[in-house]
């Protein structure tokens, strides 16, 4: 009452005290929520770069045998995803052994050849991973050449000629934080393939003593 007799009915209607709070108020959630969404998007790709990062390398050393594999080779070059993939380990102490339960590395050797009686050539793998998702099938050709994930195929521009490649398939859960404190969003899986040209030229085998970690196909 005291305002409506100082400044009068129309003073009251263009008093703007409040606008600067409610309006706050209105964009606070939006800010939030952007902020929010970009902490996320950074932590999806910085961790979609590291398990590229992951399999590339891999591939790299394992594109550098030259003669048959041996079981301690294959745990070697698989171990690396820990160096190269540190939240892997993140939380769960030194000692933690079953790391591997969090980022999935399946490894195969593929021979090129040319199909009889035809001018096209087929991919088939040599020998897999134990429990890999590949299959010792006749891998199908794939239109797209990039980092995608597809254990059933080969990239058709390698079909082009007689040869081997050495496939590593790498599958990685991307847990958001917020999302799944708030909202319990499930992980979301990032996988990535690459493919490998040996660089001795010859193709990669594997000594089929440990069929736990690798074996052969036939």
């Known amino acids: 009452m005291r305002f409506l007799k100082s400044h009068g009915a129309s003073g009251f209607s263009r008093s703007t005290g409040g606008v600067a709070a409610v309006e706050f108020a209105i964009i606070l959630?939006?800010?939030?929520?952007?902020?929010?969404g970009g902490f996320e998007l950074s932590r999806y790709l910085h961790q979609s770069f590291r398990v590229s990062q992951a399999a590339s390398n891999?591939?790299?050393?394992?594109?550098?045998?030259?003669?048959?594999?041996?079981?301690?080779?294959?745990?070697?070059?698989?171990?690396?995803?820990?160096?190269i993939v540190p939240q892997v380990r993140r939380g769960r102490g030194p000692d933690y052994a079953?790391?591997?339960?969090?980022?999935?590395?399946?490894l195969a050797s593929v021979e090129i050849r040319p199909v009889a009686?035809?001018?096209?050539?087929?991919?088939?793998?040599?020998?897999?991973?134990?429990?890999?998702?590949?299959?010792c099938s006749v891998l199908k050709p794939l239109n797209a050449v990039s980092d995608n994930y597809e254990p059933d195929g080969l990239p058709s521009a390698l079909l082009t000629g007689a040869g081997s490649v050495v496939?590593?398939?790498?599958?990685?859960p991307f847990v958001p934080v917020v999302g799944n404190a708030f909202f319990s969003l499930n992980s979301r899986r990032i996988e990535r393939s690459v493919?490998?040209?040996?660089?001795?030229?010859?193709?990669?085998?594997?000594?089929?003593?440990?069929?736990?970690?690798?074996a052969n196909c036939t």
């Open 29 to 36: 959630p939006l800010l939030l929520l952007l902020l929010l």
């Open 58 to 83: 891999i591939g790299l050393m394992l594109s550098q045998f030259d003669t048959t594999l041996k079981p301690v080779d294959i745990e070697m070059v698989r171990n690396a995803a820990s160096l």
């Open 98 to 106: 079953n790391w591997r339960d969090r980022i999935r590395i399946d």
């Open 117 to 135: 009686g035809s001018k096209t050539f087929e991919a088939k793998p040599v020998w897999i991973t134990a429990n890999s998702r590949r299959s």
């Open 167 to 172: 496939v590593v398939d790498v599958s990685y």
């Open 195 to 214: 493919y490998i040209e040996p660089r001795q030229g010859n193709l990669i085998r594997y000594d089929n003593t440990n069929t736990g970690v690798a």
